[in-house]
């Protein structure tokens, strides 16, 4: 009977494994206003963190807009008819184009500025709707970055602020600044960019004006030509205080604000969770919780600038 049993186990053992369901791929779309070169290492880690793998059970649909914000609505469209399980979208004009092109997908911000002044969800602890995730916006942000850029240049007296005024975000960031501006005694100059071709007209600009010092605020336009914007402060003889840790990699002199790959390393877990069935509407947006502060010395020593002892120590990474 032992022997019957056995042969009896093995003759149905193929059928038993193909009764066991098949692993659920996961298809996700990631749209950026970005390039293809930058790729989404933090978000691909944390999913493979939370046990996600491209080509084994994961599929993601990258669509990148090279930085032209009028092609987001179709990429997103695109993303919606090929019925991801959810779309993972960066800064703010992403996801608001995923949003008007979907309201029944589910869409994660891995790095929205201002999510509830630019519409994107009803509020931080109750986002409502199908959109949730992270948000790079704190309140002092702009005022810290004024001081930080005036410890490095005392004498300075006018700051021109270089942003991106089709981003909601950077016009929330903008106010701010100038909040912070008028409260340490300096003067701004506004500088309005659309386009590239904007970009250098800008700083034509802010050097007419006088300007002792230069903030580029953050956003994705910004950061797609941080390489540009970082050669002409150098040109243009301007110390530039900038957002994220990249624009200082890409030569910029200063720049301080929340980690990227810390917020898109987050993304994944708001991605795992929605996957196993929880609601957009029920995951309260996260604010940053990690910041970084990093100086390039050799941006520095360009500009004949001595950076004071006090913020070297407090820096999180010198680059020399």
Do not use: C
Not at 45 to 73: D, S, T
Not at 96 to 114: E, F, H, N, W, Y
Not at 157 to 168: G, K, Q
């Amino acid at each position: 009977m032992r022997l019957i049993g056995l042969v009896l186990a093995l003759a149905l053992a193929p059928l038993v494994a193909e009764a066991q369901p098949a692993e659920k791929l996961a298809r996700i779309g990631y749209l950026s206003l970005g390039s293809a070169a930058d790729t989404p290492k933090a978000l691909l880690q944390g999913l493979r963190e939370l046990g996600y793998v491209e080509g084994q059970n994961l599929v993601i649909e990258y669509r990148y807009a090279e930085g032209k914000a009028e092609r987001l609505p179709d990429l997103a469209a695109e993303l919606v008819s090929l019925k991801v399980d959810i779309i993972v979208a960066g800064g703010t004009p992403p996801p608001l184009a995923a949003k008007r092109a979907t309201t029944t997908i589910p869409i994660v911000m891995t790095s929205a500025g201002d999510p509830v002044g630019s519409g994107l969800v009803a509020s931080l602890a109750k986002p409502g709707g199908n959109v949730t995730g992270l948000s790079t916006f704190t309140r002092d942000l702009a005022a810290k970055r004024l001081q930080l850029l005036k410890e490095v240049v005392p004498v300075v007296s006018r700051v021109a602020v270089l942003w991106n005024a089709a981003n909601p975000y950077a016009v929330l960031n903008m106010r701010e600044t100038e909040a912070a501006a008028r409260t340490l005694g300096l003067q701004v100059q506004s500088v309005e960019v659309r386009g590239p071709n904007d970009i250098e007209t800008g700083f034509s600009t802010a050097i007419r004006w006088r300007a002792g010092a230069f903030i580029v605020v953050d956003d994705p336009f910004t950061y797609l030509h941080r390489t540009r914007i970082a050669d002409l402060a150098a040109r243009s003889q301007l110390p530039a205080m900038y957002g994220f840790r990249q624009y200082a990699e890409a030569g910029g002199l200063m720049a301080f604000g929340t980690s990227l790959a810390d917020l898109s390393r987050r993304a994944a877990t708001y991605v795992d969770k929605i996957l196993k069935g929880a609601k957009p509407a029920d995951l309260p947006v996260e604010q940053p919780t990690k910041f970084e502060f990093v100086i390039n010395l050799k941006t520095a020593k360009a500009l004949g600038l001595t950076i004071p002892q006090t913020l070297l120590l407090r820096a999180d990474q010198l680059i020399e």
